[in-house]
Antibody, heavy 125, light 110 residues
Framework: EVQLVESGGGLVQPGGSLKLSCAAS????????MHWVRQASGKGLEWVGR??????????VYAASLKGRFTISRDDSKNTAYLQMNSLKIEDTAMYYC????????????????WGLGTLVTVSS | QSALTQPPSASGSPGQSVTISCTGT?????????VSWYQRHPGKAPKLMIY???KRPSGVPDRFFGSKSGNTASLTVSGLQAEDEADYYC??????????FGTGTKVTVL
């Protein structure tokens, strides 16, 4: 069974940093592109960014609105993806989800088939 | 990148159909056939219902139908069942390896 479990959320002051983790199990993590998505209270989902697999050079891409403050990484030996968040702003307060790109057979698609339950990040003084 | 526009709510009686729209621009919905739809029940993780506009992953009932015309994608749920009551989100590829989600629609089964 595919499982994604986020952790590391909490309360942080504006300007602070936080590193989220996403522990994966039940699938070939090292072959899977992994994404982060967030949702502020009462708002819709917002795509944060993505990291590809080793065979794709761990390429990362981010939502332009983040302006370089967030960094996604992964440790395939630990089946874990990370989201490093720096210079946090009040508007970064949200539930953060990791999700896996939908892959079937040898093809991966521009969609997300498994999600974690999220970890809550609150940015407040 | 602005969020895709969805109606806040939609409803239907059991057995009826409900259609949810998802309006974007030529830079996202209209420019690519990479629209996906997600169902989310309270406290649960989102579930992929449709990908590439109209394709269903294994296990998704054929009561769920996706389509697209111009800059607007749609999800139709036919034969509404109580378990279909949930929030639904669309998502579109927006070029340059970016994605944009919809604002979300709460579907109520009357």
């Amino acid at each position: 069974e595919v499982q994604l479990v986020e952790s590391g959320g909490g309360l942080v002051q504006p300007g602070g940093s936080l590193k989220l983790s996403c522990a994966a199990s039940g699938f070939s993590f090292s072959d899977s592109p992994m994404h982060w998505v967030r949702q502020a209270s009462g708002k819709g989902l917002e795509w944060v960014g993505r990291i590809r697999s080793r065979s794709n050079f761990y390429a990362t891409v981010y939502a332009a609105s983040l302006k370089g403050r967030f960094t996604i990484s992964r440790d395939d030996s630990k089946n874990t993806a990370y989201l490093q968040m720096n210079s946090l702003k009040i508007e970064d307060t949200a539930m953060y989800y990791c999700t896996r790109a939908y892959c079937s057979g040898t093809s991966c698609y521009l969609a997300f088939d498994h999600w974690g339950l999220g970890t809550l990040v609150t940015v407040s003084s | 990148q602005s969020a895709l526009t969805q109606p806040p709510s939609a409803s239907g009686s059991p057995g009826q159909s409900v259609t949810i729209s998802c309006t974007g621009t030529s830079s996202d919905v209209g420019g690519y056939n990479y629209v996906s739809w997600y169902q989310r029940h309270p406290g649960k993780a989102p579930k992929l219902m449709i990908y590439e506009v109209s394709k269903r992953p294994s296990g998704v009932p054929d009561r769920f139908f996706g389509s697209k015309s111009g800059n607007t994608a749609s999800l139709t749920v036919s034969g509404l069942q109580a378990e279909d009551e949930a929030d639904y989100y669309c998502c579109s590829y927006a070029g340059s390896n970016n994605y944009v989600f919809g604002t979300g629609t709460k579907v109520t089964v009357l």
